[in-house]
């Protein structure tokens, strides 16, 4: 994938503003109006799309359309790691554009304090839209943000080191971990996988501890703490690197494509890129889950877009308009086409089945992928930044009993 998101949707959690702070802002949008004039017939939207692929792919969905509505669409695009900041302080200046496209997990902050429109009251359904996914764009209970397309984690496994090997795909934690081990040779890793202090690591992670029974409203719980425990018996295998703690998703693609790893825990956005390596003959599986047949849950990740409260509600029903075109399942497929993500709406990722045979394990593994603020809601940054810490903790040789009791501390005080 592109820098729009840092990796898979998981922009970097920063230090987190307190809610009060954020809803006298968002507020004083909401109540004062816009302050300032606007072209009657120009919409703005403000993405993370600062990668030319994708900046050039969503100004061409705008242009269609702008030209299907009868308005003109302009494209404002921002780091990721900028767009609640850059919300935030518009919100404050009463210069909010007319759509904002949040990160899934940064979208309940706005929300929370009050700063966004129901996208049901516009018009938007949701009719052909998997409830994991509406989840996904809801908080508490409220549609806030329309997902064009979602992504989750898979495993990625290069197939002629595999078949050298004689070894088979892992489908469970055991098979994996063996299936590392065999795998590891001289400065090849059975495999690799991010655990860096950052929401890449976050992000990895949620699988191990999902589908082990995790709860992220209790971080020092026993499923959680086993989920960490694997990961420490990879590093202690030798199957995974010692820089694991330090690498992002995108030094974990590096890796694999190079041979240094066999296996590799990653996402669509990374296909681009492994498609330039002629010679790299790969496959992808969903992530092992702990015993054969349980469900491997993954998390969604992705970005959605969202009508900020403005008070011209005029032009938040035109918005509500251009978001529903640009979450169409026409613009959701051929974004899906471009970017190797899945599309929200069903219909259109049938289809996208069709197109690309290659990935369907991913669909299957979006099928039953979370929401990672679906329990935890605005909460989620503090939880975030308390698993970074407890990873870095662990991998480098705290107990994870230990670290995670610390985690949950964190997460319940925010410091």
Not at 30 to 52: F, I, W
Not at 145 to 157: E, I
Not at 242 to 271: C, E, H, L, R, Y
Not at 309 to 324: F, K, M, P, Q, S
């Amino acid at each position: 994938m592109s820098e729009r998101f840092t990796r898979g949707g998981t922009p970097t959690v920063r230090a987190v503003m307190p809610f009060a702070a954020v809803s006298v802002l968002v507020a004083g949008a909401a109540l004062t109006g816009c302050a300032q004039q606007r072209d009657g017939d120009v919409y703005t939207v403000m993405n993370s799309s600062t990668d030319e692929s994708y900046h050039r792919w969503d100004a061409e969905a705008m242009a269609r359309c702008g030209e299907q509505l009868g308005v003109r669409i302009e494209q404002r695009s921002v780091p990721a790691a900028q767009v609640m900041t850059k919300a935030l302080r518009m919100a404050s200046s009463r210069s909010l554009p007319d759509i904002v496209q949040f990160d899934a997990s940064e979208m309940p902050v706005f929300a929370e304090a009050g700063g966004l429109v129901d996208l049901r009251t516009l018009g938007l359904s949701t009719r052909d839209v998997p409830e994991g996914i509406v989840n996904f764009g809801s908080y508490r209970g409220t549609y806030y943000g329309a997902a064009r397309s979602v992504n989750t984690l898979a495993l990625f496994y290069n197939k002629d080191i595999l078949d050298e090997a004689g070894v088979e795909v892992p489908t469970t934690w055991a098979e994996l971990r063996e299936a590392a081990k065999t795998l590891t040779q001289g400065k090849r890793y059975g495999v690799a996988l991010s655990a860096g202090g950052a929401e890449d690591g976050v992000f990895q992670f949620m699988p191990f501890m999902w589908s082990n029974g995790g709860d992220e409203r209790k971080l020092d719980g026993p499923r959680v703490v086993q989920a960490l425990d694997y990961w420490k018996a990879l590093l202690k295998d030798g199957s995974l690197s010692k820089s694991t703690v330090n690498w992002t998703q995108a030094d974990v693609n590096d890796q694999f494509m190079a041979g240094n790893a066999a296996m590799m825990i990653n996402g669509p956005w990374q296909v681009e890129t492994l498609n330039t390596k002629k010679s790299l003959r790969w496959g992808i599986a969903e992530i092992p889950a702990p015993e054969a047949g349980a469900p491997s849950v993954g998390p969604l990740g992705g970005a959605v877009l969202t009508v900020p409260r403005t008070g011209d509600e005029e032009r938040e029903r035109t918005a509500g308009r251009i978001v529903a075109c640009l979450s169409g399942e026409k613009e959701q497929l051929t974004y899906a086409l471009n970017s190797w993500m899945v599309p929200a709406n069903a219909k259109a990722a049938a289809v996208w089945r069709e197109r690309v045979p290659d990935l369907d394990a991913l669909a299957d593994q979006v099928a039953a992928a979370r929401s990672r603020t679906a329990r935890v809601g605005s909460g989620w940054p503090n939880v975030s930044l308390a698993l970074q810490s407890a990873f870095q903790s662990a991998l480098t040789g705290q107990s994870s009993e230990a670290a995670l009791k610390r985690a949950q501390q964190r997460a319940t005080s925010g410091n």
